[in-house]
């Protein structure tokens, strides 16, 4: 066998010396796109052009690799280059071990600074203030839906969405020993309660459910308490050296989380994008009709529509609403201008690519 293996590995070889070569270059020429952006104080990292690199790799992509995979591939070299350019320090929703955390490595890459807050208000703060250059935010999930805080903040944030990133959300109940004999607590965040209600239901109605600020802080605590389980993710209990009892308990199998990456500057268009609106009617027969209407009259679909209270107490509600397209293109800069005159409130979120 390894007579028939050496020559296929030689092959091998060779290629590899080609991709090593071929990855500097990419690399050299990322810095010096760096020089020229730091002369005129450019944005290093462009999710736009990102986002057409890899759509490009996709098709062109003849086989047998997987377009999935080779977007991971070239996401991370990406990543690599970006970096030889500027190391981007990224807040999220800590601590380390959380969802959050793998949003940013999945989007990002792994050649960034990743920084855990204790809060979603500290990962928009150290946005705001520059202390990171952008964070990553829970914006909704498909079990549980809008994450309140998030959607609070955008309304008050200079910010704008420059990104987006959706990961699967797989639960699994975890103890140091592995068995939930003596337990008497099951720890975790409380839309992860609530995204494994049946399942804890059904298996362990009699034992307490205790929300803890998130699903990372419960595999700590259950690190340190035999008498503790928590729910987390994969992550969570390799770093707190949890083992699992049960795995992907969610009630929802495809359960999947999206998160928004927020910024100080705006996402160029792509191609291929979309627009998230803040918008609020008065509460008065058809207003969400009339609002909605330009959009139907320039052809611009809508994506998603979520509502959700005001606080001023008058029974007005707010309204999330996704639509295809960048607010440079023309149609979609016609139409938002005809929908800002029948709202009472108006905020682009941002354009992003999809
Ligand atoms: O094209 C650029 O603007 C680059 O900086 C290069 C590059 C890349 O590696 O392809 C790196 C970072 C940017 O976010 C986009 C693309």
Known sequence: MEKLLKPLRDQIDEIDARILDLLNRRAQVAQEVGHVKNKVDAPIFRPDREAQVLRRIAERNPGPLGNTELQTIFKEIMSACRALEKKIIVAYLGPAG????????????????????????????????GTADFGVVPIENSTEGAINRTLDLLMQTPLTIGSEVSIPIQHNLMTLSGKMDGVHTICAHSQALAQCQGWLNQHYP???????????????????????????????????????????????????????????????????????????????????????????????????LESRPAKTGNWEYYFFVDIDGH???????????????????????????I
Request: glycine letters at 6%.
């Open 98 to 129: 959380t969802f959050s955390e793998q949003a940013v490595y999945r989007y990002f890459g792994m050649a960034v600074n990743a920084l855990p807050c204790g809060s979603i208000d500290e990962v928009f703060r150290a946005a705001e203030a």
């Open 206 to 304: 009699n034992i307490l459910r205790h929300a803890v600020s998130s699903n990372a802080e419960a595999a700590r605590i259950a690190s340190e308490d035999v008498e503790v389980a928590a729910i987390a993710g994969e992550m969570a209990s390799k770093r707190y050296g949890l083992q699992v009892v049960n795995a992907h308990i969610q009630d929802e199998p495809q359960n999947r989380t999206r998160f928004a990456v927020i910024g100080r500057k705006e996402t160029e268009p792509s191609g291929k994008d979309q627009t998230s609106l803040l918008l609020s009617v008065q509460n008065k027969a058809g207003a969400v009709y009339k609002m909605l209407e330009p959009l139907e009259k320039y052809d611009v679909s809508m994506t998603r």
């Open 327 to 353: 607010v440079r293109e023309e149609k979609v800069r016609r139409a938002l201008a005809e929908l800002k005159d029948r709202v009472v409130y108006f905020k682009v979120l941002g354009s992003y690519p």
